[in-house]
């Protein structure tokens, strides 16, 4: 399912890990900012916390960094059967007589090529 989902918003893969990696910072950053006050823990407003653990006991962390070599991991799967696949084209395009020589292409259209083997990969 994530491979699909992957392959349908490829373009948010960056910004999702980025999110990620930008959470977990500001996690640490709240953790240690609550273990070196007594400010938050003394506001009304605690009274709302919304967890049933305390704040580092929430394995926020964990999660993240697992999450992104989830998201990594099925990313490189993809990419490993997109090149796969693009070999194996080049192998039957040098028995049609056509060869393509990746110096010879620029990025653009090693870009659609990729795009297009990406978009129609089956998993």
């Given at each position: 399912?994530?491979?699909e ?23 640490y ?20 916390y ?23 991991t099925?990313l ?14 080049i192998?039957?395009?040098?028995r ?6 990746f ?10 090529i ?10």
């Amino acid at each position: 399912m994530l491979k699909e989902i992957l392959k349908q918003q490829k373009d948010q893969i960056e910004p999702t890990i980025k999110a990620l990696e930008g959470f977990k910072d500001a996690y640490y950053t709240l953790l240690l900012t609550w273990y070196s006050s007594d400010i938050l823990n003394h506001t009304e407003s605690l009274d709302k916390y919304p967890f049933a653990k305390s704040f580092d006991e929430l394995e926020v962390i964990e999660w993240v960094e697992a999450t992104i070599e989830e998201i990594r991991t099925a990313l490189f799967q993809l990419q490993k059967n997109i090149w796969k696949t693009l070999e194996f084209t080049i192998k039957l395009d040098k028995r049609g007589g056509k060869v393509y020589r990746f110096e010879k292409l620029n990025a653009r259209e090693l870009t659609t090529i990729l795009d297009s083997l990406f978009e129609t990969e089956k998993v």
